[in-house]
T-cell receptor
Framework: QKEVEQNSGPLSVPEGAIASLNCTYS??????FFWYRQYSGKSPELIMS????GDKEDGRFTAQLNKASQYVSLLIRDSQPSDSATYLC??????????????FGQGTILTVHP | DGGITQSPKYLFRKEGQNVTLSCEQN?????MYWYRQDPGQGLRLIYY???????QKGDIAEGYSVSREKKESFPLTVTSAQKNPTAFYLC???????????FGPGTRLTVL
């Protein structure tokens, strides 16, 4: 089982719709969770951090965390063509004696079509 | 402006050569990281450093070396022992290993 798993997609949504991106993780001791956006040929850009159960909203973005189900998601409301990118889920795996290692999922490709 | 810089943006290497990729940050972050990204792949951790003069191997350290002599700098050397070095290399930093990481613009390395 991969430590962090995302639906590889691609996910295609029409402009103005809600895009829903999902991520599951294996380590119950994980403490912090992040969503990054990566445009083609560019480096990842942090868009959301979430540390406790529930929802966290920032503009059109909402991150949802459910530690009991080991699940974190990202909702993008009113999707725009400029949101078309690869979205990376990252989880701080805190198992064993290792430091809080940030492990990335493979990414979900999102396409927003006009 | 605070941020992370990487140089060069593009780098070409002949087989058998060592090359060094630069990473500098002025965010006063303690932790720094090097990742490798291959086309259509996720990020894989090469090396990380939580404090000056200390660093640890990540998941794919073979064929790479690093140093951390200054808080601001974490250069990565790709040695001739790395058999398939063509990739996109990303440097990141964070306040501590439990905080969010911020990435530099990356260096694209191509072996000729």
């Amino acid at each position: 089982q991969k430590e962090v798993e995302q639906n590889s997609g691609p996910l295609s949504v029409p402009e103005g719709a809600i895009a829903s991106l999902n991520c599951t993780y294996s380590d119950r001791g994980s403490q912090s969770f992040f969503w990054y956006r990566q445009y083609s040929g560019k480096s990842p850009e942090l868009i959301m951090s979430i540390y406790s159960n529930g929802d966290k909203e920032d503009g059109r973005f909402t991150a949802q965390l459910n530690k009991a189900s080991q699940y974190v998601s990202l909702l993008i409301r009113d999707s725009q063509p400029s949101d078309s990118a690869t979205y990376l889920c990252a989880v701080n795996i805190a198992g064993g004696t290792s430091y809080g290692k940030l492990t990335f999922g493979q990414g979900t490709i999102l396409t927003v079509h006009p | 402006d605070g941020g992370i810089t990487q140089s060069p943006k593009y780098l070409f290497r002949k087989e058998g050569q060592n090359v060094t990729l630069s990473c500098e940050q002025n965010l006063n972050h303690d932790a720094m990281y090097w990742y490798r990204q291959d086309p259509g792949q996720g990020l894989r951790l090469i090396y990380y450093s939580q404090i000056v003069n200390d660093f640890q191997k990540g998941d794919i350290a073979e064929g790479y070396s690093v140093s951390r002599e200054k808080k601001e700098s974490f250069p990565l050397t790709v040695t001739s022992a790395q058999k398939n070095p063509t990739a996109f290399y990303l440097c990141a930093s964070s306040l501590s290993s439990y905080n969010e990481q911020f990435f530099g613009p990356g260096t694209r390395l191509t072996v000729l």
